[in-house]
């Protein structure tokens, strides 16, 4: 037994001896040192410091903001009343059919404490009736003060006994793509809603037709419901009007859009100060990018907003602004597309100047340039473009009133509308562009609509269209 023992503890010793031979002789040391320069390239990916708290969303509190806004976002509810046919019989023989009531819901924001609430055009159009009700439940009726189609910019005010919580506009220009926002509304009746994305994309156009849009795209979710509600940021700056969504659904499926708070707040301060909204233009005609046109003269793919003419007698013209030129710079907004340079001129009036930098020739020049008064228009639903009577067009057609139709799509060639000058609309006199634009944004693409016309004699004709 003694022997065996012996054995085994000579064994052992024989085995550490010649491990530790083998790791001090034989086996190298697996060591990495860090130095400066160990042969791979470092760099940053942003020149944003990194923040230990990781992903970014963590450092985000939503909860002031929509602790802020809730309270002065409110739920309008549009009353219409419609006439129709109630029956075959109505429909075949002209009965006159019945009145029906037809109720719209969407969202409003409070933007004073005596009660003057900003909402979309198409959440209060042709409302019989219009109705608040606040965050705590209250429920007053609500007056229209002014509207304005183009904007889809409405301001409605309600009388309260006591000062209401209200949002102040903030200033949309220096919102940045990818920065957090929270829609604040009623979809689908669910009161006090906030969701939160980021902004998507800035000076976004949605009718390639008009061409003078300027959204603000976001992620945030926004449904039927929603219009009128608030975008605001992180701090509860209202950055925003909801207004629309892109779905083929009627739902939301990943992108909606605002109307830009320095647009909004424009558009309530003229309604306030003047009745109406005053438009202002700097006299260039442009190109819409991705049309043949544009791809033949070779402008498809250029940064900023290629100038194709110039109006005359404009702040364009005076300015000595060219065919050729391209418009990179409005005072200290970088223009990249035409919603960049419509939607920071909508901001402006009448009157304003603005300092246009643009490219000729391969040098950059600054040049001021003034707004003057919009004298030409593309009318809603018929798309007929109108141009404010002067003194020789007013001897010309004999009159005093009405806008002179210059442009017919080609749908209304047939009926003779070129060169007149159109006095009412359903026998509502016309005395420029802006009632003209107010006049046809408030009638039905499936209703029917008469317009008085005069011609170059005087003569006097009256179209319905249906």
Same mark, same amino acid.
């Given at each position: 037994?003694?022997?065996?023992?012996?054995?085994?503890?000579?064994?052992?010793?024989?085995?550490?001896?010649?491990?530790?031979?083998?790791?001090?002789?034989?086996?190298?040391?697996?060591?990495?040192?860090?130095?400066?320069?160990?042969?791979?390239?470092?760099?940053?990916?942003?020149?944003?410091?990194?923040?230990?708290?990781?992903?970014?969303?963590?450092?985000?509190?939503?909860?002031?903001?929509?602790?802020?806004?809730?309270?002065?976002?409110?739920?309008?509810?549009?009353?219409?009343?419609?006439?129709?046919?109630?029956?075959?019989?109505?429909?075949?023989?002209?009965?006159?059919?019945?009145?029906?009531?037809?109720?719209?819901?969407?969202?409003?924001?409070?933007?004073?404490?005596?009660?003057?609430?900003?909402?979309?055009?198409?959440?209060?159009?042709?409302?019989?009736?219009?109705?608040?009700?606040?965050?705590?439940?209250?429920?007053?009726?609500?007056?229209?003060?002014?509207?304005?189609?183009?904007?889809?910019?409405?301001?409605?005010?309600?009388?309260?006994?006591?000062?209401?919580?209200?949002?102040?506009?903030?200033?949309?220009?220096?919102?940045?793509?990818?920065?957090?926002?929270?829609?604040?509304?009623?979809?689908?009746?669910?009161?006090?809603?906030?969701?939160?994305?980021?902004?998507?994309?800035?000076?976004?156009?949605?009718?390639?037709?008009?061409?003078?849009?300027?959204?603000?795209?976001?992620?945030?979710?926004?449904?039927?419901?929603?219009?009128?509600?608030?975008?605001?940021?992180?701090?509860?700056?209202?950055?925003?009007?909801?207004?629309?969504?892109?779905?083929?659904?009627?739902?939301?499926?990943?992108?909606?859009?605002?109307?830009?708070?320095?647009?909004?707040?424009? *558009?309530? $301060?003229?309604?306030?100060? #003047? +009745?109406?909204?005053? /438009?202002?233009? &700097?006299?260039?005609?442009?190109?819409? =990018?991705?049309?043949?046109?544009?791809?033949?003269?070779?402008?498809?793919?250029?940064?900023?907003?290629?100038?194709?003419?110039?109006?005359?007698?404009?702040?364009?013209?005076?300015?000595?602004?060219?065919?050729?030129?391209?418009?990179?710079?409005?005072?200290?907004?970088?223009?990249?597309?035409?919603?960049?340079?419509?939607?920071?001129?909508?901001?402006?009036?009448?009157?304003?100047?603005?300092?246009?930098?643009?490219?000729?020739?391969?040098?950059?020049?600054?040049?001021?340039?003034?707004?003057?008064?919009?004298?030409?228009?593309?009318?809603?639903?018929?798309?007929?473009?109108?141009?404010?009577?002067?003194?020789?067009?007013?001897?010309?057609?004999?009159?005093?009133?009405?806008?002179?139709?210059?442009? *017919?799509? $080609?749908?209304?060639?047939? #009926? +003779?509308?070129?060169? /007149?000058?159109? &006095?009412?609309?359903?026998?509502?006199? =016309?005395?420029?562009?802006?009632?003209?634009?107010?006049?046809?944004?408030?009638?039905?693409?499936?209703?029917?609509?008469?317009?008085?016309?005069?011609?170059?004699?005087?003569?006097?004709?009256?179209?319905?269209?249906?």
């Amino acid at each position: 037994m003694k022997k065996i023992g012996s054995l085994l503890l000579v064994s052992l010793c024989a085995g550490a001896i010649t491990l530790g031979a083998y790791k001090i002789f034989f086996e190298q040391p697996n060591i990495s040192v860090v130095s400066e320069n160990d042969g791979f390239s470092t760099f940053n990916t942003s020149l944003t410091p990194t923040s230990a708290k990781g992903s970014g969303i963590n450092e985000v509190d939503f909860t002031t903001a929509a602790e802020t806004t809730v309270h002065a976002v409110v739920h309008v509810k549009n009353v219409t009343v419609s006439k129709g046919p109630s029956s075959l019989r109505d429909f075949f023989y002209g009965s006159g059919g019945s009145q029906r009531a037809q109720v719209g819901t969407g969202s409003g924001v409070i933007i004073t404490p005596d009660g003057y609430i900003v909402t979309n055009n198409h959440v209060i159009k042709n409302a019989s009736k219009l109705e608040v009700t606040l965050n705590n439940n209250k429920t007053y009726d609500a007056e229209l003060i002014g509207a304005d189609p183009n904007s889809d910019i409405a301001l409605i005010k309600i009388d309260s006994d006591s000062k209401l919580p209200y949002l102040a506009f903030g200033d949309s220009d220096n919102t940045k793509i990818g920065e957090w926002v929270l829609a604040v509304g009623n979809p689908f009746n669910l009161t006090s809603t906030v969701t939160a994305g980021i902004v998507s994309a800035k000076a976004r156009n949605l009718d390639q037709m008009l061409n003078n849009q300027s959204f603000i795209q976001t992620d945030a979710a926004v449904n039927p419901g929603n219009s009128g509600g608030a975008l605001v940021n992180t701090n509860g700056d209202l950055v925003g009007i909801n207004t629309a969504i892109s779905s083929q659904t009627g739902s939301y499926v990943g992108y909606s859009f605002a109307v830009p708070s320095n647009i909004a707040k424009k *558009v309530v $301060e003229d309604i306030m100060e #003047y +009745g109406n909204v005053q /438009k202002g233009i &700097i006299g260039i005609k442009s190109v819409p =990018i991705n049309t043949p046109y544009a791809k033949k003269k070779g402008i498809n793919n250029i940064e900023g907003v290629y100038i194709d003419g110039v109006e005359e007698e404009t702040g364009a013209a005076e300015a000595g602004l060219l065919a050729g030129d391209i418009i990179k710079q409005i005072d200290n907004i970088k223009v990249t597309k035409y919603p960049d340079l419509t939607g920071y001129l909508s901001t402006k009036r009448p009157g304003d100047e603005v300092e246009i930098t643009y490219e000729r020739d391969g040098e950059i020049v600054s040049v001021p340039v003034k707004i003057i008064k919009r004298q030409t228009t593309i009318l809603p639903v018929m798309n007929l473009e109108v141009k404010n009577l002067n003194e020789k067009t007013k001897k010309k057609y004999k009159t005093e009133k009405g806008v002179l139709i210059t442009g *017919v799509p $080609e749908t209304y060639r047939g #009926y +003779g509308l070129e060169d /007149k000058v159109m &006095i009412a609309v359903d026998d509502e006199e =016309i005395d420029d562009i802006q009632e003209a634009r107010d006049l046809f944004g408030g009638i039905s693409k499936y209703g029917r609509t008469s317009i008085t016309l005069l011609g170059k004699d005087g003569e006097r004709e009256r179209l319905i269209f249906q």
